[in-house]
């Protein structure tokens, strides 16, 4: 638990939390945040669009009998978390939270409170690095990867720029079928010039950025089963609502998700 909170140095989870309108973060992070809102202004609205489908993908995969989770990229806790959506639905949900944030590390305890038939857990881990997290104790003691597991990688895979595939192929690889894999990431095919200066302001800042096309992030779904309506915005990723968002909206939030079954 001893991880070094470099507080002149920002973090990716610590900007996305001012994002979301957070209080844990810190000057150098508030000074990027804005900065990255100078180049894309709707970054906020994007923010809370990706956690809007947190919570309607978890409910699915809950309402899907999915009873164990695996969230990699959690960031700082912003209620409802996913183990809340999830119990809410089947309290007897499992969900292991990864993050590579000592910020989010020393916030883990909000994160493991669990339903009193479910059960949560934190591992401090690095996405890149899937044999890590998979046979780390704290994993094998809460998650029986021979039943389905929902895998969740949501705002992440935009700050991966190491090979996403061979990434997904890794987890994917130990998990059962019938496991779910949801994602969630930013792409520059609706409004290019500001996404793309936004990664711009975070590889200057020394944080990783790689933002992907459709046909990018469709491939991460080869051989899965894609969940209707397939690989698209987050808000037309079921949403309830009966009004057809606007394609200036999808300019504004700039992601794409999907939610995938394997077979």
């Given at each position: 638990m001893g991880k070094e909170i470099l507080l002149d140095q920002p973090q990716t989870s610590r900007i996305y939390d001012y994002f979301l309108g957070g209080k844990d973060n810190y000057e150098a992070d508030r000074v990027a945040a804005e900065e990255i809102l100078k180049a894309w202004p709707d970054i906020r609205l994007a923010a809370r669009v990706n956690r809007q489908f947190m919570h309607r993908s978890t409910r699915f995969l809950a309402e899907s009998g999915i009873r164990q989770f695996l969230d990699i990229g959690t960031g700082i806790p912003t209620e409802p978390n996913l183990h809340q959506i999830a119990q809410e639905t089947a309290p007897d949900s499992r969900v292991v939270y990864v993050d590579n944030d000592p910020v989010v590390l020393a916030h883990a305890r909000a994160l493991m409170a669990a339903s009193a038939q479910g059960a949560t857990t934190y591992i401090h881990g690095d996405v890149t690095d899937p044999k890590s997290i998979l046979n780390a104790p704290e994993l094998t003691e809460i998650l029986d990867l021979t039943e389905p597991v929902g895998l969740s990688m949501i705002a992440l895979l935009h700050f991966v720029e190491a090979s996403v595939p061979d990434i997904v192929s890794a987890f994917l690889n130990a998990l059962a079928p019938g496991s779910y894999l949801v994602i969630c990431t930013i792409t520059a095919d609706f409004a290019p010039e500001q996404v793309s200066a936004a990664q711009d302001v975070y590889?200057?800042?020394?944080?990783?950025?790689?933002?992907?096309?459709?046909?990018?992030?469709?491939?991460?779904?080869?051989?899965?089963?894609?969940?209707?309506?397939?690989?698209?915005?987050?808000?037309?990723?079921?949403?309830?609502?009966?009004?057809?968002?606007?394609?200036?909206?999808?300019?504004?939030?700039?992601?794409?998700?999907?939610?995938?079954r394997k077979r």
């Open positions: 590889r200057v800042r020394k944080l990783p950025a790689q933002v992907r096309t459709r046909d990018e992030v469709t491939a991460w779904f080869t051989g899965l089963d894609l969940v209707d309506p397939g690989v698209v915005p987050p808000h037309r990723w079921r949403l309830e609502e009966t009004t057809e968002p606007s394609s200036s909206f999808d300019a504004k939030v700039s992601c794409y998700s999907g939610v995938a």
